[in-house]
């Protein structure tokens, strides 16, 4: 009876200490907070949209993204007693590109257009699916390659930090994929240009798997 109590507990252990669900809540609220809120300032403050101005958009984005996702996950570090939160927020800082880097790459391997007309949207679209993806398990794994491999590779999640790094990074990944198949549609349409409707795919993507993640570890 004692171990079934505890199995009922509403917090769960990892590596890197205790993480309640309202902490877990908390936390994908801020950074939905930090998403919602940096369109509505592209909308009613700087009067762009991702549609009619992708590229100003996407930068504004993922610059108000990156940090609450850095400053939010860095929280969550798994080697706390050797890592302080500073290193942990650097090790974010020093993901971006490289997660931006292998966005990119694979977004082009995928047949995303390549030019100089290109670039600054590309640039900023891979920037923000690095905040997505790649980011939030730098700042929690560091250089940790089981960890990397365990998630990442094999899918072996053990404890509630690694769901909330995983299904969101595939979500988005996943979510950018589907997004993408209307842009060699013939419908002459802005929104399939590049990268607009794989964006909007890839933040429907994460948000959805995010919010599935949640609701299984509160049930």
């Not at 300032?41 to 700087?46: D, F, S, T």
């Not at 900023?124 to 690095?130: F, I, K």
């Not at 240009?193 to 429907?204: H, K, N, Q, R």
């Amino acid at each position: 009876m004692k171990d079934k109590k505890k199995g009922h507990n509403t917090k769960v252990s990892t590596t890197g200490g205790v993480l309640s669900p309202s902490k877990l809540l908390l936390s994908h609220l801020i950074c939905g907070i930090g998403l919602a809120s940096s369109f509505w300032l592209a909308i009613n403050v700087y009067s762009i949209n991702l549609i009619d101005s992708p590229t100003e958009t996407l930068r504004l984005v993922w610059l108000i993204e990156v940090p609450v996702v850095i400053l939010i996950y860095s929280l969550f570090r798994k080697d706390k007693n050797q890592s302080s939160y500073l290193k942990a927020v650097a090790r974010g800082l020093l993901g971006l590109p490289i997660g931006a880097i292998i966005n990119a790459l694979g977004a082009i391997a995928l047949g995303a257009p390549i030019g100089t007309q290109y670039f600054q949207r590309t640039l900023s679209w891979s920037l923000l699916m690095s905040a997505f993806t790649f980011v939030p398990a730098a700042c929690v794994y560091g250089s940790s390659w089981i960890d990397w491999q365990q998630t990442f590779v094999h899918t072996k999640l053990i404890g509630i930090i690694d769901y909330m790094i995983c299904l969101p990074a595939h979500g988005a990944v996943i979510g950018a994929w589907f997004g993408a198949w209307p842009m060699p549609l013939d419908w002459e349409r802005t929104w399939q240009e590049w990268p607009i409707c794989v964006t909007y795919g890839a933040i429907f993507g994460e948000i959805k798997l995010k919010g599935k993640k949640r609701s299984q570890k509160s049930e």
